[in-house]
């Protein structure tokens, strides 16, 4: 009867410290969302600035990219651009096993009312909040104003 004691308590145990450990999604097959490539060229204005990131989706439930906000400026918004056509945007989808691409000449993040001009070098703190998953803050680097990623976008 001792036995069976200890191994119910085990196996409690067990099932606590795994649950400790899991993310509110990841046992119903929710969003699991990284950031790569993040970077920001070298403003050429004295108020705005643009950013570049990628956000993946590895989970099984899509996600919705909400607001943006960083400690470099007043307003972070979101825009899509589409045959050449700028438009904001207050959200972004992020599909279950798909990704989220801002890119030069694509959808991108407008950083306005600067605090301070970013310098090449530099890293801007950036938090991405969610409609379902928990914020991301992610270090975006300040690269040359005619920087081209290789890869990532």
Do not use: W
Request: net charge neutral; glycine share 12%; hydrophobic share 35%.
């Amino acid at each position: 009867m001792r036995r069976r004691a200890v191994l119910t308590a085990g196996a409690l145990a067990g099932a606590l410290a795994l649950t400790g450990c899991s993310g509110s999604d990841s046992g119903s097959g929710g969003a699991e969302l990284s950031v790569s490539s993040p970077y920001m060229p070298q403003p050429v204005s004295a108020d705005m600035a643009a950013g570049f990131l990628t956000i993946t989706n590895d989970g099984g439930t899509g996600d919705e990219l909400t607001s943006v906000t960083s400690d470099v400026a007043g307003q972070v918004t979101m825009h899509s651009t589409v045959g050449g056509a700028m438009a904001e945007k207050s959200s972004f989808a992020i599909p279950a096993h798909g990704r989220l691409v801002f890119s030069s000449g694509g959808s991108h993040l407008m950083f306005e009312k600067l605090k301070r001009a970013p310098k090449q070098g530099q890293t801007v703190t950036v938090k991405l909040t969610f409609a379902k998953s928990e914020p991301l803050t992610v270090e975006m680097p300040v690269k040359s104003a005619t920087y081209t990623p290789s890869t990532g976008h």
